[in-house]
Nanobody
């Protein structure tokens, strides 16, 4: 069955770095656009980063530009989010999302907590 499993979250001090991973299975990963979303307590889920299939296009939320980098390894069916210069406002549950036409899959999320 379809699975997206995020990992790499945790507690980090402001200014630190984390690398999130999302391992995909059960679908043809390489043809999907892959996204990272996040949801902070009491806030709506927001799109953080996008990487289209074959890595053809990258997009970032303004709040993370220059600090976060999305990448994918189609051989490993995995998408990554490298997060540098973390800020307390980056604290959220981070979700992996896969999209292809009407197909839309979600992981269960990984918690990132940035202390000041």
């Amino acid at each position: 069955q379809v699975q997206l499993v995020e990992s790499g979250g945790g507690l980090v001090q402001a200014g630190g770095s984390l690398r999130l991973s999302c391992a995909a299975s059960g679908f043809r990963f390489s043809i999907f656009d892959m996204n990272w979303y996040r949801q902070a307590p009491g806030k709506e889920r927001e799109l953080v980063a996008v990487i289209t299939r074959a890595g053809g296009r990258l997009n970032y939320a303004d709040s993370v530009k220059g600090r976060f980098t999305i990448s994918r390894d189609d051989a490993k069916n995995t998408v990554y989010l490298q997060m540098n210069s973390l800020k307390p406002e980056d604290t959220a549950v981070y979700y992996c999302n896969a999209v292809f036409l009407s197909l839309n899959y979600w992981g269960k999320g990984t918690l990132v907590t940035v202390s000041s």
